[in-house]
């Protein structure tokens, strides 16, 4: 047996002779050797039909039938606030103003009438002041204050005529919460007496004196002197001796003292506040003074 009779035949392995190929055959050979990149499948478009069916299968609550044509997104609707919760929210907003301008005027300040001409020309009649709650309390009195209180025993001239009618309930309902300008049964004057000092008048220079010092009054209205009346007292404790600015036009401790001191003073308990401001007429409107410069030297006793 010849030898060519065993031989295998030769078997063709990955690589092929390329040397007598185009290249276009070996950029296909090529192609075609080379892994292939697998392309997502598009998805195919939900069947709204299809998912409520499935949802249906599954349990899920069969939704309300929707009429063909109002099948697109229906926008959102509010239910409209009713009449009955605006006023009932107005309420609310009306009746926390009025406890609040009550606690204000209870315990912080409070408008207050100038009804005279006692304190001109710092005060005219008919001005409004804001009064702090806070002095006596929080703050001590001070020589100087304008200070406003309740009628000690009968200074006023007359008891202040009461308002009748639904116009009187209106402004004392206004009076009492402080949204209306009280002074009809309140005076107003200057602090001159602390309780324990000496006031006296006149000296030969015809000066105001507290505890032995002679005092320039630059509030005085103008042409008024310090007193036209010559007294000599002792502020008992306690309480106060005031004055009005306009000496002249002032019934004021002087006017209802028995020269002792006792009946012309006032007691602190009667005193509602310090006058701070002038808040009308706008034209008007300042802040008032104590003049602690008039009252420096002056010792305490």
Not at 131 to 150: A, Y
Not at 210 to 239: C, H, K, M, Q, W
Request: one cysteine or more; glycine letters at 8%; proline letters at 10%.
């Amino acid at each position: 047996m010849s030898e060519e009779r065993f031989r295998l035949p030769r078997r063709h392995t990955s690589t092929e002779d390329t040397s007598a190929m185009s290249a276009a055959q070996v950029r296909e050979l090529v192609e075609r050797g080379r892994p292939r990149a697998k392309l997502p499948m598009p998805k195919a478009p939900a069947d709204p039909n299809l998912t409520q069916a499935i949802e249906l299968q599954r349990g899920a609550p069969r939704p309300s039938p929707v009429p063909t044509g109002l099948r697109t997104k229906l926008p959102l609707t509010h239910k409209p606030t009713s009449v009955l919760q605006w006023v009932r929210e107005l309420a609310i907003v009306i009746v926390a103003a009025l406890v609040l301008s009550l606690l204000i005027k209870t315990f912080v300040v409070q408008p207050f009438s100038i009804p005279s001409g006692s304190m001109q020309s710092t005060l005219e009649p008919g001005d409004r002041v804001l009064v702090s709650k806070l002095t006596p309390g929080v703050f001590d009195l001070r020589r100087g204050d304008v200070v406003v209180f309740s009628d000690p025993d009968n200074w006023l001239d007359q008891p202040p005529a009461k308002r009748s009618g639904v116009s009187g309930a209106v402004v004392s309902g206004l009076q009492f919460v402080g949204l209306y300008p009280a002074g009809d049964d309140h005076l107003i004057k200057r602090l001159i007496g602390l309780p324990g000092d000496k006031v006296a008048c006149c000296d030969q220079q015809g000066r105001l004196t507290v505890n032995g010092v002679p005092l320039t009054e630059p509030y005085l209205y103008a042409g008024a002197a310090p007193s036209d009346e010559r007294f000599s007292i002792v502020v008992p404790p306690g309480r106060i001796w005031v004055m009005g600015d306009h000496r002249n036009d002032s019934a004021d401790s002087r006017a209802h003292d028995d020269g002792t001191g006792k009946t012309g003073s006032v007691p602190i308990d009667k005193v509602t506040g310090r006058a701070i401001g002038i808040i009308w007429p706008v034209g008007r409107g300042s802040w008032l003074s104590n003049y602690s410069t008039t009252f420096d030297k002056v010792p305490d006793r």
